[in-house]
């Protein structure tokens, strides 16, 4: 059960309600989602032969407003996973006070095993049988894991077919020349370096000396890593799916490694001095290859889980050495590991507040689209900061009041936001 998301979140939930007084038959609309749909995905492949994909979308909650979350193409996406997505999500939409309710949904499949031409048809295929129930004022999708922009164009593109309106906020997560906002592909990075760099201030620490080893080096790690180092952090360690660099001095050329990575796809090897990347400057560097869950266990202040759920296990928690975990992906420790690291007063900044940035810029893409208007970079920035600074704040203030965990404290803020509206 530890393993089971869902069951993770109604655990989470019925933690954090013990320290508030709430209505029973609120609890109980938080306790399942509105609505859950599945769908059935047929396509023909590239050699002519049909395979059958499975389809979710979960609608949690719209007491905010509209259901907001991702899309995610995974071979392990289930009902229960996105069940409990969608539940993060009204809990995230509400912690960082944006007007949303929660959803999620996603494809099971392996996308790097589609070629791109199969990969459209795919989405497209998906993209129909999603359209009677989403839209921009009804539920609005975006980009998760291996789902981008151009994913998202091809369901914009279904949506109008099959709706006749063509809605340009009926997802977010756009290229900018579709109507995406700037700001967007940076935010769940750049909102989680100013979660943790908020975090500091509050409790009188400084980023300067820290190491950080963060697991998963896609959008949110990558950018993650970039913008730590700018407020002083030095990054000892990265990880992907097929394995990760150590180098406890300090990995300096972070483009260096995100570039290497992109020409060999993985980091493995991406000893980079100057614009050489090779595994022959490993011994030069100091440095050695770990495997992808090793970077979880590095001796280092801050240990950043940016890849998938159930990465901090009854398993491996004995074993991570960090005093702060900033939750970049969604749901990445499991309860047991999560009682065993406040048992030893490691501080856990929770997914709901720590990645709460890239909603937040969804819901300024929303806005944008709905408004008419266009927010430049450095505007989209300086309204991100706000909201993850109030909404860390928040946070703290209530762990300070309830004196509870930032997890059950972020719990309580998002509850007592989703009560009011629910008066
Ligand atoms: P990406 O698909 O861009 O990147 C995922 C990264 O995780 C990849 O580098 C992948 O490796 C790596 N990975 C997968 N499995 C492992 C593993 N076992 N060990 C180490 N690394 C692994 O996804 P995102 O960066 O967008 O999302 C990452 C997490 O953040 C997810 O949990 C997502 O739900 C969450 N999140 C994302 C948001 C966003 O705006 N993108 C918003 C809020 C949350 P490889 O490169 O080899 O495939």
Same mark, same amino acid.
């Given at each position: 059960m530890?393993?089971?998301?869902?069951e993770r979140? *109604?655990?989470?939930?019925?933690?954090?309600?013990?320290h508030?007084?709430?209505?029973?038959?609120f609890?109980? *609309?938080?306790?399942?989602?509105?609505?859950?749909?599945g769908?059935?995905?047929?396509?023909?492949?590239d050699?002519?032969?049909?395979?059958v994909?499975?389809?979710?979308r979960v609608?949690h909650?719209?007491?905010r407003?509209?259901?907001k979350?991702?899309?995610?193409?995974?071979?392990k996406?289930?009902?229960?996973?996105?069940r409990a997505l969608?539940?993060?999500?009204?809990?995230?939409?509400a912690?960082v006070?944006v007007?949303?309710g929660g959803?999620k949904?996603?494809v099971?499949v392996d996308?790097?095993?589609?070629?791109a031409?199969?990969l459209e048809?795919?989405?497209r295929?998906?993209?129909?049988?999603?359209?009677?129930?989403?839209g921009?004022?009804?539920?609005v999708p975006?980009?998760?894991?291996?789902?981008?922009?151009?994913?998202m164009h091809?369901i914009?593109e279904e949506?109008a077919r099959?709706s006749?309106?063509?809605?340009?906020a009926?997802i @977010?997560g756009?290229?900018?020349?579709?109507?995406g906002?700037?700001?967007?592909?940076?935010? @769940?990075?750049l909102g989680?370096?100013y979660? =943790?760099?908020?975090? =500091?201030r509050l409790t009188?620490?400084?980023?300067?000396?820290m190491t950080?080893?963060?697991q +998963?080096?896609?959008?949110? +790690?990558s950018?993650?890593?970039?913008?730590?180092q700018? %407020?002083g952090?030095t990054?000892?360690?990265?990880?992907?799916?097929?394995?990760?660099?150590y180098?406890p001095?300090?990995?300096?050329? =972070?483009?260096a490694v995100?570039?290497?990575?992109?020409?060999s796809?993985?980091i493995?090897?991406?000893?980079?001095v100057?614009?050489?990347c090779?595994?022959?400057? #490993?011994?030069? =560097?100091g440095?050695?290859?770990i495997s992808p869950?090793e970077? %979880?266990t %590095?001796?280092v202040?801050?240990?950043?889980p940016?890849a998938?759920e159930n990465?901090?296990?009854?398993d491996n928690?004995a074993d991570v050495?960090?005093?702060?975990?900033?939750e970049?992906?969604?749901?990445p420790?499991?309860?047991?590991?999560?009682?065993v690291l406040?048992?030893?007063?490691?501080?856990?900044?929770p997914?709901i507040?720590?990645n709460a940035?890239?909603?937040?810029?969804?819901?300024?893409?929303?806005?944008?689209?709905?408004?008419?208007?266009?927010w430049t970079?450095?505007d989209v920035?300086?309204k991100?900061?706000?909201? #993850?600074?109030?909404?860390?704040?928040?946070v703290y203030?209530?762990?300070l009041?309830?004196?509870?965990?930032?997890?059950?404290?972020?719990?309580?803020t998002?509850l007592q936001?989703?009560?009011?509206?629910a008066?």
């Amino acid at each position: 059960m530890q393993h089971n998301p869902w069951e993770r979140a *109604k655990n989470q939930l019925h933690n954090a309600a013990e320290h508030i007084s709430l209505d029973p038959l609120f609890l109980a *609309k938080l306790g399942a989602p509105d609505r859950t749909v599945g769908v059935s995905v047929p396509m023909r492949m590239d050699d002519g032969s049909v395979r059958v994909f499975e389809g979710f979308r979960v609608q949690h909650n719209n007491l905010r407003g509209p259901y907001k979350g991702g899309l995610r193409y995974h071979p392990k996406v289930d009902m229960d996973e996105v069940r409990a997505l969608a539940f993060w999500m009204t809990m995230k939409n509400a912690v960082v006070d944006v007007p949303f309710g929660g959803g999620k949904g996603g494809v099971a499949v392996d996308p790097k095993k589609l070629s791109a031409s199969e990969l459209e048809r795919l989405t497209r295929e998906f993209a129909r049988k999603l359209a009677p129930v989403i839209g921009p004022s009804l539920d609005v999708p975006a980009p998760d894991v291996n789902t981008n922009g151009t994913i998202m164009h091809w369901i914009r593109e279904e949506y109008a077919r099959v709706s006749g309106a063509d809605a340009q906020a009926v997802i @977010t997560g756009k290229a900018i020349k579709d109507g995406g906002s700037e700001g967007r592909t940076e935010a @769940t990075g750049l909102g989680g370096s100013y979660a =943790l760099a908020e975090y =500091l201030r509050l409790t009188g620490q400084h980023p300067q000396g820290m190491t950080v080893a963060i697991q +998963g080096f896609g959008n949110v +790690g990558s950018y993650l890593a970039g913008y730590l180092q700018e %407020l002083g952090f030095t990054i000892v360690a990265l990880s992907d799916s097929k394995g990760g660099i150590y180098i406890p001095g300090g990995i300096r050329d =972070l483009k260096a490694v995100a570039a290497c990575k992109e020409r060999s796809g993985k980091i493995a090897g991406c000893y980079c001095v100057g614009s050489v990347c090779d595994v022959t400057n #490993m011994e030069q =560097l100091g440095g050695r290859d770990i495997s992808p869950d090793e970077a %979880l266990t %590095l001796p280092v202040d801050v240990v950043v889980p940016s890849a998938l759920e159930n990465a901090i296990t009854s398993d491996n928690v004995a074993d991570v050495k960090a005093r702060i975990v900033l939750e970049m992906a969604n749901g990445p420790t499991t309860i047991e590991a999560d009682r065993v690291l406040a048992e030893r007063g490691v501080v856990v900044i929770p997914d709901i507040l720590a990645n709460a940035g890239g909603v937040a810029v969804s819901y300024f893409e929303w806005y944008q689209n709905m408004h008419g208007e266009t927010w430049t970079k450095p505007d989209v920035f300086a309204k991100l900061k706000e909201k #993850m600074d109030a909404a860390t704040g928040a946070v703290y203030q209530a762990s300070l009041q309830h004196q509870v965990s930032l997890r059950d404290a972020a719990y309580i803020t998002a509850l007592q936001r989703l009560a009011s509206s629910a008066a």
